[in-house]
């Protein structure tokens, strides 16, 4: 059974940095489009940014608000999924899921337990 | 970009159908829908417009009618009290509805 763990969250002044890990198990890592979608407390879903497998080019994609701050990348030789943020705001406080896509439309249809990140001074 | 829509709250009694829809300014691609209970992370309950992931109750169903993506639970129970969040893409741009609480009363 697919399994993601994150971690690396915590608590980071305005401007810091941090960089998230997401160690996924009982699938083929390396074959997966990766997803690092966010909720701030009480409110919605935001997707953050993704990652196609090297075989399909390893594209980045990202989200409008996280754009030139935040980076994503994979390695496949330890199963891992990153999300290095720099130049944090308080508007970056969020759970960070990682999530796979099942068809390559978006859809994800396996989520870690997210890890909690709080910006603020 | 574009943005969706959903009703924040909705209500349904338990054996009845309970419909979420989801209004886009336009037409994106291939919608997707979530279910979120507190302190769970989401699970994919509808994916490609109308396609049902395995393990998922046959109760769950999407349809699609112009902008409007909707998700109908039929014969509801008490364990579909939930969020739920719709989501399409377009142009690589990923959008979420605001999400609809549904109350199982």
């Known amino acids: 059974e697919a399994q993601m763990v994150e971690s690396g969250g915590g608590l980071v002044k305005p401007g810091g940095s941090l960089r998230l890990s997401c160690a996924a198990s009982?699938?083929?890592?390396?074959?997966?489009?990766m997803n690092w979608v966010r909720q701030a407390p009480g409110k919605g879903l935001e997707w953050v940014a993704r990652?196609?497998?090297?075989?399909?080019?390893?594209?980045?994609y990202y989200a409008a608000p996280v754009e030139g701050r935040f980076t994503i990348s994979r390695d496949d030789s330890k199963d891992t999924l990153y999300l290095q943020m720099n130049g944090l705001k308080t508007e970056d406080t969020a759970v960070y899921y990682c999530?796979?896509?099942?068809?390559?439309?978006?859809?994800?249809?396996?989520w870690g337990q997210g890890t909690l990140v709080i910006v603020s001074s | 970009s574009f943005e969706l829509s959903q009703p924040p709250s909705g209500s349904v009694s338990p054996g009845q159908t309970a419909s979420i829809t989801c209004s886009g300014d336009?037409?994106?691609?291939?919608y997707a829908w979530y279910q979120q209970k507190p302190g769970q992370s989401p699970v994919l309950v509808i994916y490609?417009?109308?396609n049902r992931p395995s393990g998922i109750p046959e109760r769950f169903s999407g349809s699609i009618s112009g902008n409007t993506a909707t998700l109908t639970i039929s014969g509801t129970q008490a364990m579909d009290e939930a969020d739920y969040f719709c989501?399409?893409?377009?142009?690589?741009?990923?959008?979420f509805g605001g999400g609809t609480k549904l109350s199982v009363l």
């Open positions: 999530a796979t896509e099942k068809s390559g439309n978006f859809d994800f249809n396996y």
């Open positions: 009982g699938f083929t890592f390396s074959n997966a489009w």
């Open positions: 990652v196609k497998s090297k075989y399909n080019g390893g594209t980045t």
């Open positions: 336009k037409l994106g691609n291939s």
């Open positions: 490609q417009n109308t």
């Open positions: 989501q399409a893409w377009d142009s690589s741009t990923v959008v």
